[in-house]
């Protein structure tokens, strides 16, 4: 199916394929490529120079391996990869969604999540102080079976062999496996839920969210960017009360997880919020794709803040408009026990009066760059005193220890707003109309 659109644009392609009929059909129907090489072979048995394709296209293969196989794929085709290669798969996951009526089934409908622990598992020796692994792109539903079945099953992954400094992210393998072993784990994020209100986990929940939604000014029919949209809150407000379409992205896969729960129990149909587990400095959308990108907190993680304003501008038709929320810090010289908590953290930050340099460097127009200091020390006041006047009822659904650790996180960056080093900003922009 695909044979021919790869060989239009590839130097070389690699036909394989187990069936002989499949094959010798695929020959038929593509001899005037003379840019294909078949080979029929069983892919667990297949054989491959290291470092010898720069792209690897899987379609409904692996849900017809054993575990192991897959694993040991996944190992082979990182040795294969040349360095920053790409591997793509698609398959069917968590449980049949065609006919059941073939009689027995060989196939095994995993869900998502066993896929990424696979590949996230995968590495290889590269020297001394680094090795080669598999680091997301995105994961997301394929969108015609969303828009023509109603049907999220249908999974597809970018991952790419990137090399790894073995000192990295704690010591975890990926950044993104260290925000769901560490940050956003599972268990923190409905932590986090608790104190910030059903669907939430950014700060002020509901109220926040409507505030700075109403600054946008949304029109029914526009496309959203949520870049960090965590468990869906942000999504589903302005799904629902502004009929626009949200592209929700986040790199922890606990986060959408969660969220795609969450948008069954709030009645949000999937082609209204659409969820990608994605890394927001590689995933790429064509010029033009949105209205509005959207952020509640979460591009502290990211370094090269530059490079990523930058891609938002593409992102935007013209006139579009980014509104972020995010940690920030002082223009002063910081506590060392601020250092050493931005640090555990992964955090990068800037203070406000720099992030909104950034945009307008980045190429935006009527920037607001706000210090909302006061009114995050307002929010968190607020939290600490509900979540205490609900103390009971918090350990009872969780325990003690989980109630202390996130209300006295809570108290912990109060103190921090309150010392100077930590600082909280909203900023809004527009892209040029010309």
Excluded at 44 to 62: A, R, Y
Excluded at 284 to 302: A, G, K, Q
Aim: net charge neutral; glycine share 6%.
């Amino acid at each position: 199916r695909f044979t021919s659109k790869l060989a239009k644009s590839a130097k070389k392609v690699i036909a394989v394929d187990f069936m002989e009929s499949f094959l010798d059909k695929n020959r038929k129907e593509n001899q005037h490529f003379d840019n294909i090489e078949f080979i029929a072979s069983d892919v667990t048995k297949l054989v491959q120079p290291e470092e010898s394709v720069d792209l690897i296209f899987s379609n409904w293969l692996l849900m017809y391996l054993e575990d192991s196989e897959v694993q040991e794929l996944f190992k082979k085709q990182l040795s294969w990869l040349t360095p920053e290669g790409h591997l793509f798969i698609r398959e069917s996951c968590r449980h049949q969604s065609g006919d059941k009526k073939r009689g027995e089934n060989p196939t095994r409908y995993r869900d998502p999540e066993i896929y990424e622990a696979f590949y996230s598992l995968v590495q290889l020796p590269r020297d001394s102080d680094s090795i080669y692994g598999y680091d997301l792109v995105v994961s997301k539903s394929v969108d015609t079976y969303v828009k023509l079945k109603n049907n999220v099953n249908q999974v597809l992954w970018l991952i790419q062999k990137v090399k790894k400094d073995k000192s990295s992210n704690q010591g975890y393998k990926s950044f993104q496996e260290f925000l769901d072993s560490q940050q956003y784990s599972a268990r923190s994020i409905l932590l986090s839920e608790r104190i910030f209100g059903y669907t939430f986990v950014s700060a002020g929940g509901l109220e926040t969210t409507q505030e700075f939604v109403k600054l946008l000014n949304l029109k029914p029919g526009q496309e959203v960017l949520d870049v960090g949209g965590g468990i869906g809150g942000g999504a589903f407000y302005m799904s629902k009360n502004f009929g626009v379409k949200v592209v929700s992205v986040d790199l922890s896969s606990n986060m959408a997880h969660i969220a795609m729960n969450r948008a069954k129990e709030v009645g949000v149909l999937p082609n209204q919020v659409v969820f990608e587990i994605a890394d927001a400095t590689k995933r790429e959308y064509p010029d033009e794709s949105f209205d509005v990108v959207y952020s509640r907190d979460t591009i502290l993680h990211i370094k090269d803040k530059l490079a990523l304003f930058r891609k938002f501008l593409n992102y935007l038709r013209p006139g579009g408009k980014v509104l972020i929320s995010d940690y920030c810090c002082s223009a002063e010289e910081h506590s060392e026990k601020f250092k050493g908590y931005v640090k555990q953290r992964g955090y990068y930050l800037l203070s406000p009066a720099a992030y909104g340099k950034v945009l307008e460097q980045a190429g935006f127009v009527n920037i607001r760059a706000e210090d909302r200091s006061k009114q995050f020390a307002q929010i968190l006041s607020s939290e600490i005193a509900r979540s205490e006047k609900g103390k009971d009822q918090f350990i009872a659904d969780f325990d003690e220890a989980q109630y202390n650790y996130i209300v006295n996180g809570w108290k912990e960056k109060l103190e921090r707003l309150e010392l100077g080093d930590q600082r909280w900003g909203l900023f809004y922009a527009e892209k040029p109309i010309n």
